[in-house]
C-alpha cells in the first residue's frame, strides 16, 4: 500500500483452515506497518477502508457476506485456492500489487442479488442462491414467477438463480451459460430437470423472481446462499430474489479489459480446448 496513502483499516480474510496464510498475513503487517489490521474472525462491523483475501472464491464469498447490506469496501482478491477464478492478483505479486496501490482505486464493480424467504430478508449473493431437494429422495415441484406472474413449474432436483459472476460456479456445472460480469442479467438455471425441453433462462437484472415450494411437492428442500449458509423451504414457503445496490467492488490494475474475462475461461477453465492425441 503506497506511502502516500492515509492509514487504512485493513480488513485480512484468508482461506479458513489453511494455517499458511497466517505467515502471509504477518507478513503484510510488517510490509505495511503505517496501516491497522483486523483479521476476519476479529471482525465485528468496524468501518474498513480495504478488505485483502488470501484463498480462492470461497474465500471472496466470505468476505462479501460480512457486509451484507451495504457497499463492501474494495477488495484485493490474491489467489491461494483451487481455482480462485475471481482472484484478480497472483499470490506471488502480492507484495508489489499492495506497494503500488494508489487512489482512486480502478474498481470492477459485481453486481449482488438478495434474497427474502416469506418476506423476510436473508440473504445477498454474490454467485447465486440454489434451491435444492436436499436430503429428500424425492424431486421437489417449484413455481416460478417473474414480477408477479406465474412463468413456469419446475420439477426436478431443483434450481439455481445465478448473477453473471456466479455463471461460472454451480451454474456452469448444471449446463447453464457463461455470462460476463458487466452484462445486467439473472439466469435461472434446472438442476437434473424431469423435463428434457426447460432449458436455462436469461432475464433483465431489474426484475424480481419468486419460487414457490408447490402445495403438492412430494419433497420439501433447502435454500442455499452462496455456498455459505442454508434455509429450510417447505411446502407453500415462497423465496424472492432482487437486484441488490450493494455492489462487490473489486480493484483490478489499470491495464483491466473486458477481454481479461474470455482469456481466463480459457485457462482456467480450458473453455472451447481440444483434444489432440499425441504424434508419434
Same mark, same amino acid.
Given at each position: 500500500?503506497?506511502?502516500?496513502?492515509?492509514?487504512?483499516?485493513?480488513?485480512?480474510?484468508?482461506?479458513?483452515?489453511?494455517?499458511?496464510?497466517?505467515?502471509?498475513?504477518?507478513?503484510?503487517?510488517?510490509?505495511?506497518?503505517?496501516?491497522?489490521?483486523?483479521?476476519?474472525?476479529?471482525?465485528?462491523?468496524?468501518?474498513?477502508?480495504?478488505?485483502?483475501?488470501?484463498?480462492?472464491?470461497?474465500?471472496?464469498?466470505?468476505?462479501?457476506?460480512?457486509?451484507?447490506?451495504?457497499?463492501?469496501?474494495?477488495?484485493?482478491?490474491?489467489?491461494?485456492?483451487?481455482?480462485?477464478?475471481?482472484?484478480?492478483?497472483?499470490?506471488?505479486?502480492?507484495?508489489?500489487?499492495?506497494?503500488?496501490?494508489?487512489?482512486?482505486?480502478?474498481?470492477?464493480?459485481?453486481?449482488?442479488?438478495?434474497?427474502?424467504?416469506?418476506?423476510?430478508?436473508?440473504?445477498?449473493?454474490?454467485?447465486?442462491?440454489?434451491?435444492?431437494?436436499?436430503?429428500?429422495?424425492?424431486?421437489?415441484? %417449484? @413455481?416460478?414467477?417473474?414480477?408477479?406472474?406465474?412463468?413456469?413449474?419446475? #420439477? /426436478?432436483? $431443483?434450481?439455481? &438463480?445465478?448473477?453473471?459472476?456466479?455463471?461460472?460456479?454451480?451454474?456452469?456445472?448444471?449446463?447453464?451459460?457463461?455470462?460476463?460480469?458487466?452484462?445486467?442479467?439473472?439466469?435461472?438455471?434446472?438442476?437434473?430437470?424431469?423435463?428434457?425441453?426447460?432449458?436455462?433462462?436469461?432475464?433483465? %437484472? @431489474?426484475?424480481?423472481?419468486?419460487?414457490?415450494?408447490?402445495?403438492?411437492? #412430494? /419433497?420439501? $428442500?433447502?435454500? &442455499?446462499?452462496?455456498?455459505?449458509?442454508?434455509?429450510?423451504?417447505?411446502?407453500?414457503?415462497?423465496?424472492?430474489?432482487?437486484?441488490?445496490?450493494?455492489?462487490?467492488?473489486?480493484?483490478?490494475?489499470?491495464?483491466?479489459?473486458?477481454?481479461?474475462?474470455?482469456?481466463?475461461?480459457?485457462?482456467?477453465?480450458?473453455?472451447?480446448?481440444?483434444?489432440?492425441?499425441?504424434?508419434?
Amino acid at each position: 500500500m503506497n506511502q502516500q496513502l492515509k492509514k487504512l483499516a485493513v480488513l485480512l480474510v484468508s482461506k479458513k483452515k489453511d494455517h499458511t496464510c497466517l505467515p502471509i498475513m504477518q507478513q503484510i503487517r510488517n510490509q505495511f506497518p503505517q496501516h491497522s489490521y483486523l483479521i476476519d474472525d476479529e471482525y465485528n462491523n468496524e468501518p474498513v477502508d480495504l478488505v485483502v483475501t488470501i484463498g480462492g472464491d470461497g474465500t471472496i464469498l466470505h468476505a462479501s457476506r460480512m457486509f451484507q447490506q451495504t457497499l463492501t469496501p474494495p477488495f484485493v482478491t490474491f489467489g491461494k485456492g483451487t481455482l480462485g477464478f475471481m482472484c484478480i492478483y497472483s499470490l506471488r505479486d502480492q507484495y508489489e500489487v499492495l506497494k503500488n496501490l494508489q487512489t482512486p482505486y480502478n474498481i470492477e464493480l459485481k453486481k449482488r442479488i438478495q434474497g427474502s424467504l416469506n418476506g423476510q430478508y436473508v440473504y445477498t449473493a454474490l454467485n447465486d442462491f440454489f434451491i435444492t431437494k436436499g436430503n429428500s429422495i424425492h424431486v421437489v415441484c %417449484l @413455481d416460478i414467477y417473474v414480477n408477479d406472474t406465474f412463468v413456469t413449474q419446475a #420439477r /426436478g432436483d $431443483g434450481l439455481i &438463480i445465478s448473477t453473471p459472476t456466479g455463471s461460472t460456479a454451480y451454474c456452469l456445472s448444471a449446463g447453464g451459460p457463461l455470462i460476463q460480469n458487466r452484462v445486467p442479467c439473472i439466469a435461472i438455471v434446472p438442476i437434473c430437470p424431469l423435463s428434457l425441453s426447460f432449458r436455462p433462462l436469461i432475464l433483465p %437484472l @431489474d426484475v424480481k423472481i419468486s419460487i414457490k415450494m408447490n402445495a403438492n411437492s #412430494r /419433497g420439501e $428442500g433447502v435454500v &442455499i446462499c452462496d455456498g455459505q449458509v442454508q434455509y429450510d423451504f417447505k411446502r407453500n414457503d415462497c423465496f424472492d430474489i432482487t437486484p441488490s445496490k450493494n455492489d462487490v467492488r473489486f480493484v483490478v490494475p489499470p491495464s483491466h479489459q473486458d477481454l481479461d474475462w474470455v482469456i481466463k475461461l480459457q485457462r482456467m477453465l480450458n473453455w472451447n480446448s481440444r483434444f489432440q492425441q499425441p504424434r508419434d
